[in-house]
């Protein structure tokens, strides 16, 4: 099947990396930044810019490599943590900001 498949093993480690990155900067990923960003790479290999892959793509890459990435349902915020939203501890927040930016705690 790898014969078959869109991507090598190299372009689905690059995508893989790129969605674990995204995720810890804050920006998980949905289906359509995948399949885009999919297509970007096999555009680029094949001079095709008019391939598209298909509607099920992304849940298929997703199956096949479940052990680095995974799909699911984000919550809102629990009332308590909504709570701690003051103005307290937004003042304290930018107080920390502040002495970060002006070197308090550097070495």
């Known amino acids: 099947n790898a014969t078959k498949a869109h991507l090598s093993v190299v372009e689905s480690k690059v995508l893989i990396d790129w969605v674990?990155?995204?995720?810890?900067?804050?920006?998980?990923?949905?289906?359509?930044?995948?399949?885009?960003?999919?297509?970007?790479?096999?555009?680029?290999?094949?001079?095709?810019?008019?391939?598209?892959?298909?509607?099920?793509?992304?849940?298929t890459f997703i199956a096949k490599h479940g052990t680095c990435i995974s799909t699911y349902w984000s919550s809102s915020l629990d009332q308590c943590w909504a709570c701690a939203v003051n103005p307290t501890t937004t003042k304290e927040w930018y107080k920390l900001v502040k002495d970060v930016l002006g070197g308090k705690f550097s070495d």
Do not use: N, V, Y
């Open 20 to 59: 674990i990155e995204q995720a810890s900067q804050g920006f998980p990923f949905t289906h359509h930044m995948l399949r885009e960003k999919a297509q970007a790479l096999i555009c680029m290999k094949c001079a095709r810019p008019d391939f598209k892959l298909g509607k099920q793509w992304t849940h």
